[in-house]
């Protein structure tokens, strides 16, 4: 027998560390002693975090996890989420704040205070008390990025009603699931949605998802598009015609701590979707207390932007809650970045002086792809603090950030966590932490991670294995919609006898002790023995100037077990060179890469073979699907892509390859 092998290898090293500026620590909300506090005493902390909410009675314990994995946070405390995001600002003064600068996709704009939006909340509110709804009803959403989306879901927290937002690109049958699953008795969408310059249908996608479900007695629709859409008579209601009549008086009632508060569907890569459920009490207090010491905010003085869609935990969390009930001005955009040129999204943060802005590693890649030239030609000096979330980030694409969107000083917060945690758990903090291009370095004060081997012990420094949650933290899920099981199974079998929640992600220390995130465990490598992530392959590769993106997987070797196959997007100049020089050129390149690879990490993790491609497949949330890719690197029909966001992708890839182009 050999020696076993560690669960993750650790092969790329990243040196780089940016402290912050003296100027930034000074004003900063979260300082180093929040560390010490915390540890000192969790629940301490966390019960001064929930004070930063309203309760109409407070709660005698800060939590109670004696029926573990069921968490219960702020025990027999009371409280009304959209009072405390909404009302007690207004009550607080702040009435004539804007709360969202709405930016339309044609160029429409809406500016919302405080004051119209706690109009608009409670007129929905007494609206959807007019159709029946009761504390514990559920009510599916499918809507693109409008004010109404946001109206939607906080009138449903006021009722105690539990809102399920489906992604506005989601198909009938996605939709028609998981309003069974939940048995939804109201459906809210839009007559249609814009997407990329043009009006798209939404309502008839709806009709088609709901045909026969019987569980939905009511369909509202808000009028967006003003395209036609047919309406089912006794069942479909406008928006403005139930809503817009309504009384703006709404009494909020208070709600248990544990009262539900939404469910939101992940997909995961197998299986039926998941009813991810979140509470109230801890959900708030968490988001709150995350959003105000990742981004640094300071109420009344940022202009917050979160580049997600409502559909995503993302959405949820830093667009919905967390802003809201910390008085943030934020911007809300509907569209695409592309829409209508390139320089879209600069372009709003220099109109609205956007000082915060949260987005996505894989909109990063492609702002590198359309070229620096692009955010060049914007004011982008307002911007202090620069998020990222959802998948690791490349430590190039993290450099091309800061250097092209935070003028070299904003810090930036890679932010780890995911729909099941509620809100942010492993993130350095702005101010206090010394950042690393590619590592979410630490979990925050009061939230406590490990990285642990297949037996659950912890590695050490410099060691890679498994992402764990070791202690329960105040967002966390309360469980699977309908189905205890498999919340237990999915996420409290793997490590069982330490109690530890199992996140899925590989994750290694570095030699500090630093976090760095390296994708999903099913997606590791294993070439000779040796067990290897896909994002460090990836990152080498996006190290090279003439990568853009990259995507790896492992494909069945007979030699070796598996081997590394690359697939990779240059970045305009060097796509161009590449097609003028022929086919030696390609080679010449590849080679290159592969090169690279071999210097940056080590000849084990040489790619076997490098494909250049046009597009890569993604989930709808910007998630690479290596699964496809792997069928591709192994010669196999491609698997299922109905959750791809674009399912041609798939067709260029294969006939791109075929053909050599
Ligand atoms: C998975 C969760 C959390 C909101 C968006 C995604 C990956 C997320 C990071 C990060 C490395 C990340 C993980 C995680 N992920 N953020 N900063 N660094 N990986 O929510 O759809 O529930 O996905 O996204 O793999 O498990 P989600």
């Not at 300082?31 to 629940?43: G, H, S, V």
């Not at 109409?56 to 702020?74: G, I, M």
């Not at 307002?382 to 998020?387: A, E, Q, Y």
């Not at 000849?603 to 496809?628: C, D, H, N, W, Y």
């Amino acid at each position: 027998m050999t020696e076993q092998s560690p669960a993750l290898d650790n092969l790329l090293t990243e040196s780089r560390t940016f402290p912050p500026s003296e100027a930034f620590s000074a004003q900063a909300n979260a300082t180093a002693d929040f560390y010490a506090e915390a540890d000192a005493d969790r629940e301490a902390f966390w019960a001064k975090q929930a004070d930063r909410l309203h309760w109409d009675t407070k709660w005698s314990q800060v939590l109670d996890w004696t029926n573990a994995p069921v968490a219960k946070w702020f025990v027999g405390g009371k409280l009304n989420v959209a009072y405390n995001c909404v009302d007690r600002h207004v009550d607080g003064g702040h009435g004539d704040q804007v709360a969202i600068h709405w930016v339309g996709e044609p160029g429409d704009n809406r500016d919302i205070t405080y004051a119209q939006l706690k109009d608009e909340v409670s007129k929905a509110a007494n609206a959807f008390e007019s159709l029946g709804l009761t504390a514990g009803d559920r009510v599916a959403i499918q809507m693109p990025m409008v004010p109404e989306a946001i109206f939607a879901m906080l009138a449903c927290a006021r009722i105690g009603v539990l809102h399920s937002v489906v992604f506005g690109g989601f198909s009938p049958t996605a939709l028609r699931s998981r309003v069974d699953d939940q048995a939804a008795r109201i459906v809210i969408t839009t007559d249609g949605q814009y997407r990329r310059g043009k009006a798209a249908p939404m309502k008839v996608n709806v009709d088609e998802a709901l045909e026969g479900a019987e569980s939905v007695e009511k369909v509202i629709v808000v009028r967006r598009t003003g395209d036609e859409v047919p309406i089912t008579e006794g069942r479909d209601l406008w928006w403005h015609e139930l809503v817009d009549g309504q009384s703006a008086e709404h009494a909020p009632q208070a709600f248990d701590s544990e009262h539900p508060l939404f469910i939101l569907y992940t997909s995961g890569t197998t299986g039926k979707p998941k009813g991810i459920l979140h509470t109230s009490g801890g959900y708030l207090t968490q988001a709150a207390y995350t959003h105000h010491n990742v981004f640094d905010h300071k109420a009344g003085e940022d202009v917050y932007w979160c580049t997600a869609d409502i559909g995503w935990i993302t959405g949820h969390t830093y667009i919905v809650y967390g802003p809201l009930a910390n008085r943030t001005t934020q911007v809300v955009y509907e569209g695409t970045p592309n829409t209508p040129h390139e320089g879209r999204h600069w372009e709003i943060v220099q109109q609205h002086k956007v000082s915060i802005y949260y987005t996505a590693p894989t909109l990063i890649r492609t702002f590198m792809k359309w070229g620096n030239e692009i955010p060049e030609k914007y004011d982008l000096s307002s911007l202090r603090v620069l998020g990222s979330v959802g998948e690791p980030i490349n430590p190039e694409a993290w450099i091309w950030y800061r250097e092209n969107v935070g003028a070299n000083s904003a810090p930036i917060v890679d932010t780890w966590w995911q729909t099941e945690t509620g809100g942010i758990m492993i993130s350095p903090l702005p101010g206090v932490t010394a950042t690393k291009p590619g590592s979410a370095q630490k979990a925050l004060p009061g939230i406590s991670a490990k990285v642990v081997d297949d037996q659950g012990v912890e590695v050490g420094k410099g060691g890679g294995g498994y992402l764990v949650l070791d202690k329960p933290w105040p967002g966390m899920l309360r469980g699977i919609w309908g189905d205890e099981e498999r919340f237990r199974d999915t996420y409290w079998s793997r490590f069982r006898d330490q109690g530890y929640y199992f996140a899925g992600d590989g994750a290694k220390y570095d030699a500090d002790g630093d976090v760095w995130l390296l994708g999903r465990v099913d997606d590791v490598m294993n070439v000779s023995g040796h067990r290897i992530s896909t994002t460090e392959v990836e990152s080498a590769l996006v190290s090279h100037p003439t990568v853009a993106e990259a995507a790896v997987v492992g494909a069945t070797d007979p030699t070796t077990g598996q081997g590394i196959v690359a697939f990779v997007i240059l970045r305009g100049n060097a796509a161009a060179t590449l097609k003028s020089g022929g086919d030696s050129a390609g080679q010449d390149a590849v080679q290159e890469l592969r090169n690279h690879v071999a210097k940056e990490i080590g000849p084990i993790a040489k790619p076997r073979q490098i494909l250049v491609v046009q597009e890569l497949p993604k989930t709808r949330s910007g998630k690479i699907m290596r699964r496809l890719l792997r069928d591709v690197a192994e010669n196999r029909q491609v698997g299922d892509v109905t959750t791809l966001a674009d399912s041609s992708v798939m067709d260029l890839i294969s006939t791109g390859l075929k053909t050599g182009k």
